[in-house]
């Protein structure tokens, strides 16, 4: 098998600067690139980038050293640059983008905590990232350096987790939180470990991708103290690795730490099956497990790098068996206005009739699956599992079962999502009988 060769670039201008600094990340911090003049020396700036990087009302730009070095300097649809690199398309109105566009803010129990889901919450740490993605998703909040989350913000995130038992899981994200100071994150992330009812940490990172030299065997040393963690990068597309990736991501795969790779569908820079072919590819053989590819949010700014959701479901198509089940990411769409997480994917189901289920495989040849004529119905009373979880209805903020169908109790306690018979219910805390929500109806009261 050959070892694979990755390439590792340096802009002509950053020829003569010495070993130990380009390797610092503290060096590619102070020397990230944020003016026109500054880009000038490393890129042919086009007038629309010129444009957009002279508006005061921008979203903040900061690229890496590194970085950008990975960028075509003559070529103006370069995959890399259309990520990081304003144009004029930014500054532009946009109608039906939001602010907000997830509602984050509405599932906020302390600020920076989003907890949506039942067993698990985000945590938003800093506003800080190494570079800013045109298109992110919270760039409402990003980039402001004296909007950063405080040592109270930490403290009331962390009591919340400590007196919400059912938080299984906590995913730390910002801004980047691999860019706090060492000893912060140090001690935020003994903190959350220090929490019985914590099972799992994850981090959510560009920062290996943006400025592979902050993954420090130090850094390593520290993250390993907190196992099982899981930490998802974020790569778009295979010029973005490297040989100073792959070492990365070396380091913290020895040191245990389970990666895996959230990417975003972006028009002219990776909306296309052979691209995402060849990044997912190259993603396992640096041993890195795609995990989602996020249809882009309505984030305002971010328009003009929006594409259909037909795109995605086609570039899943041309993934899922034609190249390694374990590299086929799940297609999701975050849903407007606080929904979450909607997974879409082709359709391989053709008809699903009383005891004949057809379907078809990736390259379009249908079969019949018979399905079995007697089946014992999974008996709950007797499942311990099943015990284990059983709640009272309108019992607040509680994942579990009812009657044994799994059911989902918001965390404000008054809403119980339920699906049941294939459509989702809702049942009233006070004990109403359940009744069908409609398509379209409001989950909130
Ligand atoms: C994405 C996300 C999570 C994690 O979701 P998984 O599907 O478990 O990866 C948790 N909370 C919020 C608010 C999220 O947006």
């Not at 911090?29 to 003016?35: A, E, F, I, Y």
């Not at 003559?74 to 995959?79: E, I, K």
């Amino acid at each position: 098998m050959p070892a694979p060769n990755f390439p590792s670039k340096r802009a002509p201008v950053y020829q003569n600067v010495p070993d130990e600094q380009w390797n610092d990340w503290r060096w590619q911090m102070r020397n990230r690139l944020n003016t026109v003049e500054e880009f000038e020396k490393v890129i042919t700036l086009t007038d629309s980038e010129r444009k957009a990087l002279s508006s005061p009302d921008l979203f903040r730009v900061e690229i890496t050293p590194y970085f950008v070095s990975l960028i075509d300097p003559d070529d103006p649809n370069d995959p890399i640059r259309k990520q990081i690199v304003p144009t004029a398309g930014e500054i532009d109105a946009f109608t039906g983008m939001m602010e907000d566009s997830l509602a984050e803010d509405r599932h906020s129990p302390v600020p920076g905590l989003v907890h949506r889901y039942p067993d698990r919450v985000l945590m938003l740490v800093t506003t800080q990232c190494a570079s800013y993605c045109r298109y992110c998703t919270r760039s409402r909040i990003v980039g402001d350096p004296s909007a950063t989350f405080s040592r109270a913000d930490y403290d009331a995130q962390i009591e919340y987790i400590a007196r919400t038992p059912q938080v299984r899981d906590v995913l730390l994200s910002g801004g980047d939180p691999l860019s706090l100071a060492p000893k912060v994150l140090d001690e935020l992330l003994a903190r959350i470990y220090a929490i019985p009812h914590v099972e799992v940490i994850r981090i959510g990172s560009r920062i290996p991708v943006f400025m592979p030299m902050r993954v420090t065997d130090e850094l390593c040393e520290t993250l390993q103290k907190y196992h099982p963690l899981y930490l998802n990068i974020h790569v778009n597309h295979p010029n973005e690795i490297t040989r100073e990736l792959a070492e990365a991501t070396d380091k913290l795969t020895r040191a245990g730490i389970q990666l895996g790779n959230q990417s975003v569908l972006l028009a002219g820079i990776n909306d296309c099956v052979h691209i995402q072919r060849k990044l997912v590819q190259d993603l396992v053989r640096i041993r890195v497990r795609p995990y989602y590819l996020y249809q882009c949010d309505l984030v305002e700014g971010a328009g003009h790098l929006r594409t259909p959701i037909a795109k995605g479901i086609e570039i899943i198509e041309g993934l899922r068996g034609h190249t390694s089940g374990f590299a086929v990411p799940t297609y999701v769409v975050d849903a407007p206005g606080g929904g979450g997480k909607v997974p879409l994917m082709p359709n391989y189901l053709i008809s699903y009739s009383d005891h004949k289920v057809v379907v078809r495989n990736y390259e379009g040849y249908i079969t019949t699956y018979e399905e079995p004529t007697e089946y014992k119905l999974h008996d709950p009373k007797t499942c311990k599992y099943c015990q284990s979880k059983r709640i009272e209805p309108g019992q607040a903020g509680v994942h579990g079962l009812l009657d044994g169908d799994a059911m989902f109790i918001k965390p404000d306690g008054y809403d119980v999502l339920h699906n049941r018979g294939g459509g989702m219910h809702r049942l009233r805390a006070d004990g109403e009988k359940w009744k069908p929500l409609g398509i379209g109806e409001k989950k909130d009261k």
